[in-house]
């Protein structure tokens, strides 16, 4: 037998107890007769201690191990000299008396502990090893009680979970396709799905009308820490259902998740906020509102004093920073070199100090008096000792660029805690966004996505004001999910195709299926996928999704413990009437 117990049972209760434990040595030490050894697996670490006086062989025995040997031991749980609260099998020890060694191991090329010196391409290359690390075996729990949770909870609602094929045909989220050459189908490509969305509404036509899945979606796009090449969602579709019935249901997957999972009561509903307003008040689609910080649009209050940067801008607003008036010219030089920087891109900051003694400093004393900083302090519901931080340009990317300020400064200000969940969702989108570059219009969410009915009227008239009937959980800044009420009429999916610039004949070859399917009763439907992984993750308390994926490739889309991507044989290439143009370099 190799285990009575795991390495994180044994309490002071077993004292006394004969056990058997197996896994893996994380540290072994000599001290004088004595032996240490801190024996891991998945469940906890335990001590062992070896004894030269009392067992000389084994003692000896202990002395030959090294990190991460694999080994079995037998012997008597005794209450620890030196106890560890730390540790959940703090108060024992184990006085060993047989050791078996199952198996050696080299020198594993970074510490395997909590805090490891590794940096993150070797703990890729050998992520078997650090995956045998706590923390993300405490990642990988978690992600596995998610999934338990979301299933129990989606079943006892009525859903089915149902798998769709992996060897599909483009589903357009806006992303390129990972694509597939088919052997048997010369010259032929499947694509990877970017999300089942094409299937579950064919599922909904089919009269399954409450389906789910926890399935990988692929997406050839730029990575980024919240991004991988294949991710997961939980993907959802109802039918006969109109977007609050949505709302509610998966508003209660939260909750349940909240409570089961972090122990977290969200009492109410969670607070509706439109697109339109998400973008005045925060310049961002998924506004993190564990803190407030708002935006104060101060245009019309800074035009026509003589200062060129506003004048010629077509939008000034700022963020009121809580106490921050204090701040020294050097941090402030920081703050105008961060939103300086090209991934922010705005050109400079203008900030104003309320000072406590009433007055006010700014870096535009010049061309604005005491009483216009004093009108935009009250306006930005300043009080003395806080700070202005105002940002002017082109609107869409001023709002762009004070979100990331805002967000530096809630993060300063320590308003962003991790155990805080502030939900929200965001409605209301726009149905279409105009592409400069193509000249065309692009569906904001996917084409598949319902106008607001109200708007319906505006599609042969002034398609870019239409709203769609979507929406987005966001929790924390987070955007944890989207989706939308569908549309379900030949007609209507055809026009919108057509607004989208896709000629008859490419929408019928793309989506031939799914106009097909709408000719033979498609019931109202709606739905919502959920970044399983960005869930994860931020119930972890992690910022990136890396960790909550077992194998997760690098930022270059690589996974480099196996090697891949990698060339294929030529005679592969042959079977498949491919031939590279390139050659590889
Ligand atoms: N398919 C959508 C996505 O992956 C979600 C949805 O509309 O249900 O974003």
Redesign the pocket.
């Known amino acids: 037998m190799y285990r009575t117990h795991t390495c994180g049972e044994l309490r002071a209760e077993n004292i006394g107890n004969s056990v058997t434990l197996s896994g893996w040595v994380q540290k072994a030490r000599v001290l004088g007769g004595m032996s240490f050894v801190d024996l891991r697996d998945r469940y906890g670490i335990t001590q062992l201690v070896f004894d030269d006086s009392k067992n000389a062989d084994v003692a000896k025995q202990a002395q030959e191990l090294g990190r991460e040997f694999v080994i079995s031991i037998t012997g008597e749980v005794i209450e620890r000299q030196s106890k560890n609260s730390k540790m959940s099998t703090g108060d024992i020890e184990i006085v060993v008396d047989k050791l078996t060694i199952l198996n050696k191991s080299e020198i594993p090329p970074f510490t395997i502990e909590d805090n490891t010196d590794g940096g993150d391409e070797l703990r890729m290359k050998y992520r078997y090893l650090d995956l045998r690390r706590a923390p993300l075996q405490k990642a990988l729990e978690l992600r596995h009680k998610m999934g338990i949770e979301v299933r129990t909870f989606l079943h006892n609602q009525g859903f089915y979970e149902i798998e769709t094929p992996y060897l599909i045909k483009s ?1 357009p ?1 806006g992303a390129r396709d990972f694509v597939v050459p088919s052997r048997m189908n010369s010259n032929q490509f499947y694509a990877l799905p ?4 094409t299937f ?1 509404q064919l599922l909904m036509i089919a009269g399954y009308d409450k389906y789910f899945q926890i399935v990988k ?1 692929f997406r050839d796009e730029d990575l980024r820490a919240d991004r991988q090449p294949e991710f997961t ?1 939980i ?3 109802m039918a006969f259902v109109e977007r609050d019935d949505i709302l509610n249901m998966f508003e209660n997957l939260a909750k349940h998740l909240f409570k089961s999972i972090k122990g977290f009561s969200y009492d109410g509903d969670f607070p509706k906020m439109a697109y339109s307003q998400a973008i005045e008040q925060y310049g961002n689609d998924k506004p993190d509102t564990r803190f407030g910080m708002l935006f104060n649009d101060i245009t019309e209050m800074v035009h026509g004093k003589g200062f060129v940067v506003f004048d010629s801008a077509e939008y000034v607003a700022g963020i009121c920073a809580e106490g921050l008036a204090s701040y020294s010219r050097k941090e402030l030089d920081k703050l105008i070199d961060f939103v300086k920087k090209p991934q922010i891109g705005a050109k400079g900051l203008v900030y104003v100090k309320v000072n406590e003694d009433g007055t006010f400093k700014s870096s535009v004393d010049k061309f604005f008096d005491a009483n216009e900083q004093k009108a935009w302090a009250e306006k930005m519901g300043a009080k003395p000792g806080d700070l202005l931080l105002i940002l002017a340009g082109n609107k869409r990317q001023t709002q762009s660029a004070l979100s990331e300020l805002r967000l530096e400064m809630g993060s300063r200000l320590g308003l962003m805690d991790k155990n805080t969940y502030s939900p929200l969702w965001v409605v209301d989108f726009p149905l279409l966004e105009w592409d400069e570059k193509s000249g065309r219009f692009h569906a904001m ?2 084409p ?2 319902s106008p607001k009915p109200e708007d319906l009227q505006l599609f042969d008239t002034d398609p870019g004001k239409m709203n769609a009937n ?1 929406y987005d959980l966001v929790i924390n800044g987070v955007e944890i ?4 009420i ?1 549309i379900h009429d030949k007609d209507l999916q055809a026009k919108m195709f057509k607004a989208l610039g896709f000629s008859k004949e490419e929408a019928e070859e793309q989506f031939g299926f799914l106009m097909n399917a709408f000719k033979y009763g498609a019931p109202p439907h709606g ?3 959920f970044g399983f992984d960005r869930w994860v993750s931020l119930f972890a308390g992690f910022d990136s999704i890396r960790d909550t994926i077992a194998f997760p490739k690098n930022n270059s889309g690589r996974d480099v413990m196996i090697d891949s991507p990698s060339n294929i044989a030529p005679e592969q290439l042959n079977e498949l009437n491919l031939s590279l143009t390139k050659p590889t370099e």
């Open positions: 589903t989220e970017q999300s089942p969305q579950k979606c969602q993907d959802c579709e969410h996917h598949f996505t979507a999910g989207g989706g939308s569908r739905g919502v996928a």
